[in-house]
């Protein structure tokens, strides 16, 4: 066993095709093959299911991508090049709407400023569709507010729980959330999305009695709406800097505050775990210092 195999292996891997493990690597692609092909002849198994396009690794590839790791970190302990290997590749991340635009232009900000070689191709959708976009290996992460169930053969790790909060326009003189829902036009946030089935169980729950005049999918246009004076609507508080314009007036949803928890969604067996980790940690580390920014006295 030769360890540049592992090395193209490790490639194929991060990048997701042999293709592109071969611009990473500077192979051509037939020569990526025939590695593959070599080392699926010496060990006698089969690595890559190539009846799917592009091809994915089988269970036995998945084990040996993660013992190729351990040998080569191993081997090569005092590397800096190999340090740099392992925080590289690409990362299909699907996230929700309201983390798009919220947190996780920061993290991804973080992960650039520590020279992270990691190149993330992100798409946004509904928890339920990213979670089974991941569980068909479609995506190789998702961000998504905690299914309400967990699904077989799935991890969900927080990163942070972010508060309801009423937010209402400031001419509306009403004091409590239910008195400002009850008495305001209501802009309802996509009921198909997750944080729309926690307001509307809540609602359920305090018997409040709302008039919904539209109903948005993303949290830019009901903030807008509110901030013209349209009606009131319940949002997750991302505790991004400016995040409600001066307009609008804010007070929590419920007492205590009811609360949705962010995570990440990926697969219990996944080649680019190492990856998702990085992710992990600079989600947790920004939120961290959002949070301390929002305790500072004003």
Not at 126 to 144: F, W
Not at 172 to 184: G, N, R
Not at 248 to 269: N, Q
Request: aromatic letters at 4%; glycine letters at 8%.
């Amino acid at each position: 066993m030769d360890i540049r195999t592992l090395y193209t292996l490790i490639a194929i891997a991060d990048h997701g095709s042999f293709a592109e493990a071969g611009n990473a690597i500077g192979l051509s692609l037939s020569a990526v093959s025939m590695q593959v092909r070599a080392l699926e002849e010496e060990l006698g198994i089969t690595i890559f299911d190539r009846g799917r396009r592009p091809p994915v690794l089988t269970d036995a590839g998945l084990t040996l991508v993660h013992r190729a790791r351990d040998l080569i970190t191993h081997w090569e302990s005092m590397s800096a090049s190999l340090k740099k290997g392992t925080a590289s590749g690409l990362l299909k991340l699907g996230s929700v709407h309201t983390c798009a635009s919220g947190v996780l232009p920061l993290a991804l900000k973080h992960l650039q400023k520590q020279g992270r070689g990691l190149e993330v191709h992100v798409t946004t959708g509904l928890t339920h569709d990213l979670e089974r976009a991941i569980y068909h290996r479609q995506l190789d992460v998702a961000i998504v507010t905690e299914p309400d169930v967990p699904r077989s053969g799935l991890d969900f790790l927080p990163f942070v729980e972010e508060k309801l909060v009423v937010i209402v326009h400031r001419s509306v003189k009403e004091k409590s959330d239910q008195e400002i829902l009850e008495q305001t036009p209501y802009v309802r946030f996509n009921r198909a999305a997750r944080v729309g089935n926690l307001v509307q169980e809540e609602m359920v729950r305090r018997h409040i009695s709302v008039r919904s005049t539209m109903e948005i999918d993303n949290l830019e246009g009901v903030i807008a709406m509110v901030a013209n004076g349209l009606g009131a609507s319940v949002v997750p508080a991302r505790g991004v800097k400016n995040e409600f314009p001066s307009s609008i007036r804010v007070i929590p949803f419920g007492s205590p505050a009811v609360t949705r928890r962010l995570g990440i969604l990926a697969p219990k067996e996944n080649p680019r775990s190492h990856l998702s980790r990085l992710l992990l940690e600079a989600l947790k580390a920004v939120c961290a210092d959002q949070h301390h920014l929002s305790e500072r006295p004003t």
